[in-house]
């Protein structure tokens, strides 16, 4: 049992925009090297979560933690300084720019001296961005695209991943692809919270899940046991 | 707590317009009696300015197309007034009249050529309309080139007052008739969303040119008066910018988009002005640039949204009934002759420079058929439907709907004949209520002789009545897309064209929207194509699959057939299991 | 001869209007604000230029760097203080910057009509003249086109390839995924603004050398800039340089065959006909 702190603790988070709270007191945690899912339903608080410890949106009140230290409520270019890697559901790309500019803007925040090294292992685990290296982002097809978002945060050297919804729009050839790399990020540290709408998708890839409804954690547990739980099926069903 | 004032009958209704129509009786006849001269010109001087306020509110504040040009009618109004005055022997009431229309007819034949631009644009344009019509009039011997005309001196004070006074209370009048009705709505959404809007069937070119038109008499009426009660123009006041400074300064100030607006915005301006320029002559501009910037930074809204902080001048639900009714659905009626298939599409073609994102594509979807459409991205399926329903034209190739080509007819004619469309993401207006969402649709489908009571119907169906009043960004994500599946259902369509409207739906919602799917055949929808990637949440419902690759059809046959086909398994499903 | 006289002055006038439709470009096609008050900072700093010239005998490539930062100076303190709340607002963004510039334009014009007087001022700076080739240059307007040519160019360089540079175009193509990459996007508003009146400011500078200016040309030069980047298209850098240098040229020779007022209407005039003819073109950029 390690006593570092978790690589990302979240406690009794309060988020919502204007009138609507969407998260009504969250907690969880996630350790270096883990794959966790956060499922349920649409509109049931998973973006929501996520870009709230992005920081893109301020929480009314509750923690979030990487590693220790408090990050809740910081601008959200600060909380990817942090170490929090982001791939934004609808992949925010920037379209006029090249797939290398793109490697390139993400390697501001990787250490000078390793910058070159990472560019090369993220190349070579996504060969099809290497081969379009001077294509812009707007021109690529959308397993291209969310690749090219993956790969940019991944630049960064992410401390925690952030994936939300990778596989919307693709097509179930291309999802499997994009699935593939998880595994490789879990090699090398890197805790990875994955929202997933498709409840068999999430499980697949993640060791363990959290099921979120109307904005708060209803389950949790490993992959495993949440598979085989009838409940699990019963709140996506709204039962 | 924003809430919309409800449209209907009441005793209150009524009485609030008595004790209005008073009040405006009681100043407009008072003022000429009592007032001195001076009051009468302030006066005078506010009624015009409110004229051009409202002009101006018609067509930047309803339908969004901000025009920083509205003082080239007021100069035309001005000139024509002028000329026949000098020219013929109508009175003058008649030549400010004639004026008006003339503004009118010009309005007619720049309006479409002005309102293909959007934004910046738009307003640039007319601003420079108002600068060359300026330079063309200095020219312009007859009128009196670069040092104007004088008019004959006729005093006639109280005329132009009560003409200023008619003319600024017909443009509250219109502006709170536009507010609630079917054009105002229409307007509404083009303002919102100007391509979702002719999806809806919204005639967007017609509802433009109308409102501008209507924009245009207003200044010119308010030019053609104070030519007369100056007996003077020349270029540099006829078409003076700070004209439409100070109008927009006063419709901002009041509260854009709104029916008291440009009339409160004007009168406190106006009034607080007078007392500015008696402690800071020549500051005028500096004002009003500033009223500019802190009404925009800290009330955007004007003077009318902070009378809706207090509960007051909130807008009307437009043509809401006093409680929604229990309505019957719609009868299933077609205009298609017996065995025409429903869709028949040849050949299609779409070039955007090298790029081919169809490629000779050619299918018919019958009678009672539910069609899926699979394929990667980039495959081509929403330029599929984005060619269909005419936001982008074909290269090549021909599209039938119900026997009809329909490849050159504008997106809200299409619409109309019953060609609906869903949204990848939802188009759904902001800015206005459920209901209006829904009932805009309506009036425009084929159901809209009856419009509020096939909307009513529609929300019944899809599982919104309980929210119709509620403003749209009340609305939690999920429900956004059933609203943007009620506008659909609202224009009674014949084809039904639902775009990936099972993403980002939970197993619950994709329920709801397959149950309705399973009924659109007995709502009188011919056939239904749904461009899709959850492709199981589909497979049962089609009766065929259609798959695109890199723009090119190469499956279209049962779902059973088509997902074991091994060409589509390895072009989109992966290698086979 | 006539032809290419013509041409070479409407290419070094051409020149200077480049700056100015680039330093729009900059400000309305990265950072969406609609800046109706760019002539007025143009004015302001052609106005100073001509009074501490007259006051001081200095040059005025001199001044043009001082000139410069302090343009940027003041686009720095206004974009925090009138532009960067009206973000919140999303998609109306746009619409209300339109209106906060509109103000500001006023404000800026009637301060420069109190502090600078109404008459119309230029610069005695290099009023010699040489030829080559039959063409007579005047020096003043090739210092201006050359200099103003080569401030655009240098954004351009800048935006495309420096880090910075690119940062900035990343903020202004996706906010949300810009700021994934540590990047403030706050700040990066506040560079492009900074840095467009500052050019807008430099613009000023080169401009008064060659044309008279005073306070109420404001106007017409905002109007200039953005039926260049009308023309050339929002956003397309060699487009608007193209544009530009081309109504740099149809200028002068429609203000040697039909005169001052026909040359001052021609921008309004090309955009309407163009407007008329290719419709499509003018789509709202995505």
């Known amino acids: 049992m390690s006593l570092e702190a978790p690589a990302l603790a979240v406690r009794d988070l309060v988020a919502g925009f204007g009138q609507l709270t969407i998260l009504n007191g969250i907690s969880l945690e996630l350790g270096a090297g883990e794959v966790v899912a956060v499922l349920g339903a649409n509109g049931a608080g998973k973006t929501t979560l996520l870009r709230t410890i992005a920081g893109l949106i301020s929480p009314r009140s509750g923690e979030i ?137 999430g499980l697949s890839a993640a060791d363990r899940g959290y099921v979120i409804d109307h904005g708060r954690i209803v389950m949790a547990g490993t992959a495993a046991e949440l598979s085989s739980d009838q409940r699990v099926v019963d709140t996506y069903l709204g039962r | 707590m924003a809430t919309f004032e409800r449209a209907g009958r009441g005793r209150g209704r009524v009485r609030r317009g008595i004790s209005l129509a008073a009040l405006v009786a009681t100043v407009l006849v008072v003022i000429p009696l009592a007032g001195s001269a001076y009051t009468l010109q302030l006066a005078t001087d506010i009624l015009t300015s409110a004229a051009l306020a409202y002009g101006w509110n018609l067509i930047s504040g309803f339908t969004g197309y901000l025009s920083f040009g509205q003082v080239s009618f007021y100069g035309i109004g001005g000139y024509a007034t002028a000329l026949l005055v000098l020219h013929t022997p109508l009175p003058w009431y008649v030549a400010v009249a004639a004026g008006g229309l003339l503004a009118a007819t010009a309005a007619l034949v720049i309006g479409p050529v002005m ?389 980002g739906m939970s197993r619950e919602e994709q329920e709801n929207v397959r149950a309705v799917i399973r009924r659109l055949p007995a709502l009188g929808v011919a056939a239904v194509a749904c461009v899709e990637h959850v492709i199981a949440a589909i497979a049962d419902l089609s009766d065929r699959m259609i798959v695109l690759d890199f723009g090119r059809k190469i499956a279209d046959d049962v779902p059973a057939r088509v997902l074991t086909d091994p060409a589509v398994v390895r072009a989109y499903l992966g290698e086979p299991q | 001869m006539l032809a290419l006289q013509l041409l070479v002055d409407g290419i070094l006038l051409g020149g200077t209007y480049v700056l100015i439709a680039q330093s729009l470009n900059l400000i309305f096609g990265v950072m969406g604000v609609v800046n109706l008050a760019h002539g007025s900072f143009i004015v302001m700093a052609g106005l100073f230029t001509a009074w501490f010239t007259e006051t001081t005998a200095a040059s005025p490539l001199l001044v043009l760097p001082i000139v410069l930062l302090v343009g940027f100076g003041v686009g720095a303190v206004l974009q925090p203080l009138l532009l960067e709340r009206l973000v919140q607002h999303g998609r109306r963004a746009e619409l209300l910057s339109l209106m906060v510039t509109f103000g500001l334009d006023y404000v800026l014009v009637e301060l420069a009509l109190q502090v600078f007087g109404s008459n119309y001022v230029s610069i005695p700076y290099l009023q010699s003249t040489f030829t080559v080739g039959g063409v007579t240059v005047s020096k003043a307007l090739l210092v201006a086109g050359v200099f103003g040519g080569a401030l655009a160019a240098l954004l351009h360089l800048g935006l495309n390839r420096t880090p910075f540079g690119k ?56 109007i200039l800039a953005f039926v260049i980047i009308a023309l050339g298209g929002l956003g397309n850098y060699v487009g608007v340089a193209v544009a530009a240098l081309l109504l740099g040229v149809a200028q002068s020779v429609v203000g040697f065959y039909f005169g001052g007022d026909a040359e001052n209407v021609l921008p309004f005039v090309l955009l309407i006909a163009f407007m008329a003819a290719r419709p499509q073109r003018f789509r709202r950029a995505a």
């Open chain 1, 65 to 201: 933690r990487l590693f220790g230290d408090s990050i809740g409520g910081q601008a959200p270019h600060l909380v990817s300084r942090a170490g929090i890697g982001h791939v934004p559901s609808g992949r925010e790309l920037f379209p006029r720019l090249s797939v290398a500019d793109h490697f390139e803007l993400g390697g501001r925040l990787c250490a000078p001296e390793r910058r070159a090294a990472l560019q090369e292992r993220l190349y070579a685990m996504f060969p099809v961005l290497a081969e379009r290296r001077r294509q812009r982002a707007g021109t690529l097809s959308g397993g291209e695209q969310q690749m090219l978002a993956i790969a940019r945060a991944l630049m960064t050297e992410p401390r925690v991943l952030l994936l939300d919804e990778p596989s919307t729009g693709l097509a179930p050839k291309v999802v499997l692809s994009v699935f593939e790399t998880l595994p490789m990020l879990r090699q090398q540290g890197v805790a990875v919270l994955l929202a997933e709408q498709s409840l068999p998708l």
């Open chain 2, 115 to 503: 309102l293909r631009l959007r934004g910046i644009l738009f307003a640039l344009g007319m601003f420079g309309l108002a600068r060359i019509l300026g330079v063309v009039f200095s020219d312009w011997g007859y009128a009196g080139g670069g040092n104007g005309m004088t008019l004959p001196a006729e005093l006639t004070p109280i005329g132009v007052y009560v003409f200023a006074a008619l003319v600024a209370l017909a443009g509250f009048g219109l502006s709170a008739w536009v507010a609630r009705s079917g054009f105002g709505l229409d307007a509404m959404g083009l303002r919102e969303d100007e391509e979702a809007a002719a999806a809806l069937g919204v005639p967007t070119t017609r509802v433009k040119v109308i409102a501008f038109v209507a924009s245009a008499v207003l200044p010119a009426l308010a030019g053609g008066l104070v030519a007369w009660n100056r007996s003077y123009i020349d270029p540099p006041s006829m078409f003076d910018p700070t004209i439409d400074l100070q109008t927009v300064v006063f419709v901002l100030f009041g509260g854009i988009g709104t029916v008291w607006g440009p009339f409160l915005g004007t009168l406190v301006l106006m009034l607080a002005g007078e007392q500015f320029l008696v402690y800071f002559p020549n500051l005028e501009l500096a004002l009003f640039g500033v009223v500019v910037i802190l009404t925009v930074l800290a009330l955007p809204g004007g003077l009318v949204s902070l009378a809706n902080r207090f509960g007051r001048l909130h807008p009307p639900v437009v043509l809401a009934p006093a409680e929604l009714p229990d309505a019957a659905p719609p009868l299933p009626h077609t205009t298609a002759a017996d065995g025409v298939p429903v869709l028949e599409v040849r050949d299609l073609t779409v070039r955007f420079g090298g790029l081919v994102a169809l490629d000779s594509v050619s299918f018919v979807i019958g009678r009672g058929e539910t069609i899926s459409i699979i394929g990667a991205n980039g495959a081509g399926k929403t330029t599929l439907f984005n060619t269909l329903t005419g936001f982008i034209p074909p290269t090549s190739g021909e599209i039938r709907f119900l026997g009809r080509s329909v490849a050159r007819l504008p997106t809200f004619r299409r619409a109309q004949l019953g060609m609906a469309r869903s949204f990848q993401i939802p188009r759904v207006m902001a800015a206005m209520t459920v209901w209006e969402n829904v009932v805009l649709a309506a009036r425009h489908g084929r159901q809209g002789h009856r419009a509020v009571e096939h909307a009513a119907w529609v929300l019944g169906t899809v599982g919104l009545a309980p929210m119709w009043l509620d403003p749209v960004t009340r609305l939690p994500p999920g429900h956004r897309r059933l609203l943007e599946f009620a506008r659909v259902l609202a224009l009674d369509p014949e084809l039904v064209l639902l775009d990936e409207v099972m993403a």
């Open chain 3, 167 to 222: 940062a900035l175009l990343a903020a202004s193509q996706s906010a949300t995924g810009a700021v994934s990459c540590g990047i403030d996007v706050g700040r990066m508003r506040l560079v492009a603004f900074a840095l467009g009146v500052g050019l807008a400011s430099a613009a000023g500078v080169l401009l008064v050398l060659v044309i008279p200016m005073a306070a109420e040309s404001a106007d017409s030069l905002t």
